[in-house]
C-alpha cells in the first residue's frame, strides 16, 4: 500500500477499467462526522468502543505505515503528500514527533500484534540507515510484532549510494521497494526524476545483493512514449528477474504541474496495447498477476498492501497519514495533520490527529469492494461480514447487478472478478456506491 497514494487508472477504452490505480491505498472520503482535533485521547477511545449499530466478530490483521515526506524535488506528476527538502530535513526531530504520534495511537491498538510495516514517502531512503534503524528500534519497543513482519521501505535511485541498501538490511528493513519508474534517460526527464538510468540500474543490483526480496516500480504510457520503448522498460526491468514488479499507467492528477502544463502522452489504444504487453511478458517471465497493478513471484506477495486489499486495519502515522481501525461496533478513519512542520510540533505536544470519522454503514460495501475487486482471486464471502459488520443482504444488490453484467463469477463462498471484471474494474466497483 503502499498507504495510501494514487497514479490513477489510464483513460478508458470503452469503458475499460485501470491498471495501477493505487501505488499506495487510495483514501475513500466519507461523510461521517469529523471530530476536532483537540478532543483528549480518553474521549475519543470512549467514543470509539462505546455501543453502536454494527457488530464485529474479531478485528482484521493490522499494519503499519509510516510517512517520511520529504523529497529532493516534487515530480511534475505526484499529487501526494510530498515536500521539496530545502536543506537537510532535521531526522531526529521527526523521529521523535512519530515516536510520541505512536505513543498516543497505542491506547487505540492496545493488545494487537503489528503484521506488516511499510515506510512510504516522499521519498523515504533521503533518511539515513541509522535514522532507519532507530525508527524500527522505537517501533518494536512499543509494538508486538509478528513473527517474520515484513518492513519494507520506498527508495529512490536518486538517493542511491554504495552499499547504503545493506546498511537499511542491517537496520531491520526486509523489503525494498524502489521507484525506478523508467529505465530511458529521455522519458525519466520528461517526469522530472532526480535519477539516470545508469542510476536505476545500479540500484537495483544493490537491491537484488542486499535483499531476498524486492520491488520495482515501473510506470507507463508516458510523456512521447512508444510501444517500442516500453517494451525496452518493461524488458530492462524483467532482465533482473524483480520478485515483485508494479506498474503503474502515469495519469494527470489535479493539483499537479502536469495537470496544469499537460505533457503530450501515447492515446488510449497504446495505453492498452501496453497493459496486453505488461500481462503477456509478466505471465511469460513466472509472475501471477495477483492485484490489478501488482505481478509476483511465488512466495514474494507485498503482504502489506495484501492487508489493505483485504480491507484490513492500518495505523498510519507521519505528515498526512491515514488510519483505518476497526472496533467492536465502528470502523474509524484518521488523518494526521499534512504539513511536517506543523505536523511535528502537534505530534510532539500530543496531538498529531487532524480529524477523524466513524465511516458510515451505507458505505462500508464500497470500500469493502474498492478494495476486493482489485485481487485476481476476490473474496470470500464471510470477509465482508468479518471485515465490516454487515450481513451479506448489503452486498446482495451489487453482487446480482454485476453478476448479470458478467463482472464477477461467484460460487457458495467466494466472490472474483473475471477478466471482463479487470478490464471495467471502475464500473463494478461502482455497483457499490451507496
Known amino acids: 500500500m503502499a498507504a495510501p497514494r494514487s497514479p490513477s487508472a489510464p483513460a478508458p477504452r470503452e469503458e475499460r477499467g485501470p491498471l495501477g490505480a493505487a501505488r499506495r491505498w487510495p483514501e475513500v472520503v466519507s461523510s461521517g462526522t469529523e471530530v476536532a482535533a483537540t ?3 480518553a474521549e475519543r477511545l470512549a467514543r470509539y468502543i462505546r455501543s453502536g449499530t454494527l457488530s464485529l466478530a474479531a478485528l482484521p490483521p493490522l499494519s503499519l505505515y509510516v510517512h517520511l515526506p520529504w523529497c529532493l524535488k516534487k515530480c511534475p506528476y505526484c499529487d501526494f503528500n510530498s515536500h521539496e527538502a ?32 511499510f515506510i512510504g514517502g516522499g521519498t523515504p531512503s533521503l533518511f539515513t540507515p541509522a535514522s532507519i534503524e532507530r525508527l524500527i528500534g522505537d517501533i518494536r519497543a512499543r509494538l508486538p510484532l509478528e513473527p517474520m513482519c515484513e518492513i519494507t521501505l ?15 538490511r542491517a537496520a531491520g528493513v526486509t523489503r525494498l521497494s524502489i521507484g525506478v519508474q523508467s529505465f530511458d534517460d529521455a522519458k525519466l526527464a520528461a517526469l522530472g526524476r532526480v ?27 508516458l510523456p512521447g512514449q512508444t510501444m517500442p520503448e516500453f517494451e525496452a522498460d518493461l524488458a530492462a526491468a524483467l532482465a533482473f528477474a524483480p520478485p515483485h514488479l508494479s506498474v503503474y499507467h502515469l495519469t494527470l492528477e489535479p493539483n499537479t504541474v502536469f495537470a496544469k502544463f499537460p505533457p503530450a502522452l501515447p492515446d488510449d ?27 509476483a513471484r511465488a512466495g514474494h506477495r507485498c503482504e502489506h498492501n495484501w492487508n489493505y486489499w483485504q480491507f484490513g486495519d492500518y495505523l498510519g502515522i507521519g505528515a498526512g497519514a491515514h488510519s483505518k481501525i476497526s472496533f467492536p461496533h465502528r470502523v474509524v478513519r484518521q488523518t494526521r495533520f499534512r504539513e511536517p512542520a506543523q505536523y511535528m510540533a502537534r505530534a510532539l505536544a500530543g496531538a498529531a490527529i487532524a480529524s477523524d470519522e466513524e ?4 458505505q462500508l460495501p464500497f470500500e469493502f469492494m474498492l478494495n476486493a475487486t482489485r485481487l485476481r482471486e476476490g473474496f470470500e464471502l464471510a470477509r ?6 454487515l450481513s451479506l443482504a448489503a452486498l446482495t444488490p451489487g453482487l446480482d447487478a454485476a453478476e448479470r453484467q458478467g463482472l464477477i463469477a461467484r460460487d457458495f463462498t467466494r466472490v472474483w472478478p473475471t477478466e471482463r471484471g479487470f478490464d471495467f474494474l471502475s464500473d463494478l466497483q461502482a455497483l457499490f456506491l451507496p
Open 39 to 41: 478532543e483528549p485521547v
Open 86 to 117: 530545502r536543506g537537510e530535513p532535521d531526522q531526529s526531530r521527526y523521529l521523535d514527533a512519530l515516536n510520541a504520534d505512536l505513543e498516543a495511537a497505542l491506547p487505540f491498538i492496545w493488545g494487537r500484534r503489528v503484521h506488516t510495516i
Open 154 to 168: 520506498e527508495a529512490n535511485p536518486g538517493t542511491f549510494e554504495r552499499e547504503r541498501f545493506h546498511g537499511y
Open 195 to 221: 535519477h539516470d538510468a545508469a542510476q536505476a540500474r545500479a540500484a537495483v543490483e544493490e537491491a537484488r545483493a542486499a535483499f531476498e526480496t524486492f520491488n520495482i516500480d515501473l510506470m507507463y504510457a
Open 269 to 295: 489504444d497504446t495505453a492498452f496495447e501496453m497493459l496486453d504487453l505488461i500481462t503477456a511478458r509478466t505471465a511469460a517471465a513466472g509472475m501471477e498477476r495477483y492485484e490489478v497493478s501488482a505481478f
Open 359 to 362: 465511516v458510515p454503514r451505507d
Open 384 to 389: 465482508f461480514t468479518e471485515r465490516t459488520g
